[in-house]
């Protein structure tokens, strides 16, 4: 968060001001195809309650940064997604509790107010703080940027293999379920993410964009919620496994699409 912060600009502000109908219904999908397919797959599949909470969790959390990555590869709308990404992370400070407690209250116990709190200090606080960084220090981000990815990656695979590791035992007997289900979640997110696009009649490279993000979540900062705020540590597994599974379909997707952008001589 601190590292996406650092990326920030007025740039950013001014795309978002000439894309206003792209980014709301970006942003408006995010929060309404993944958290209700979240929560259908888990009925659907009859998950326990410890799984079910964890998948809506994730789903209910913002676009991941590294969405923005696999839009590029995908040739997709990169300046759409940057901001699409940062607009629904602002927002993850209501949006998250808010969509959790009432998706996830009928499997767990579901406090909002711990929860904004925590995404406030996850993730506002570090966000404007870069923002601050750049805008103040820019000599001193010029210096840290190159190794914000490096750091994101060692954190992010850390605290998912923590989350996995702590329920290894549970995961041998139920985990093909929960594969399942956060592999369903995410190719839906995908799927009707780039339909939704279409059906508003969005041009192909804001469809795949609209798609990546939907499809992507951010779902370290679903392990660090669940860790804090779910008493079973089986929560974070779903956010754990989901880190894995968005970025494998997603690097697909975009080898896909970006063979498909190719002309006949050089494909």
């Known amino acids: 968060m ?24 970006g942003v408006f999908l995010q929060y309404t195809i993944m958290p209700l397919t ?44 940057v901001i699409m990404t940062a607009i629904s992370t602002f927002l993850a400070v209501v ?3 808010l969509l959790t407690a009432k998706l996830a209250g009928q499997y767990v116990a579901v ?33 840290l940027s190159p190794l914000a990815p ?14 996995i590791a702590q329920s290894a035992a549970a995961i041998t007997t139920t985990g093909a379920q929960i594969f399942v289900a956060v592999a369903m979640l995410h190719a839906s997110g995908f799927l009707l993410g780039y339909l939704a696009a279409k059906v508003i009649r969005f041009s192909e490279s804001t469809a795949r964009t609209i798609s ?18 779910f008493t079973s540590p089986l929560t974070a597994v779903p956010c754990a496994i989901s880190s ?20 006949p001589s050089e494909s």
């Open 95 to 97: 949006m998250t509790p």
């Open 111 to 143: 406090d909002a107010n711990a929860l904004v709190l925590s995404t406030l200090q996850v993730v506002l606080l570090p966000v404007l703080t870069g923002a601050g960084m750049a805008h103040y220090l820019p000599g001193l981000v010029r210096i």
């Open 38 to 81: 979240g929560a259908t797959v888990a009925r659907v599949l009859g998950l326990p309650s410890h799984y079910a909470a964890g998948l809506v969790l994730v789903s209910c959390c913002p676009g991941g940064t590294a969405s923005n990555v696999v839009t590029y590869l995908a040739r997709g709308n990169v300046a759409l997604s």
């Open 2 to 25: 601190l590292g996406m912060g650092m990326t920030l600009s007025i740039d950013d502000l001014k795309g978002a001001l000439s894309m206003p109908r792209e980014v709301a219904a």
């Open 244 to 263: 894995v599974c968005h970025s494998v379909f997603g690097s697909a997707l975009a080898g896909f699409w970006q063979a498909s952008s190719q002309g």
């Open 212 to 229: 990546i993000e939907v499809g992507m979540q951010n779902s370290v900062l679903g392990v660090v919620l669940a860790n804090q705020h």
């Open 150 to 163: 490096t750091v994101a990656v060692v954190t992010i695979a850390a605290v998912c293999a923590g989350a």
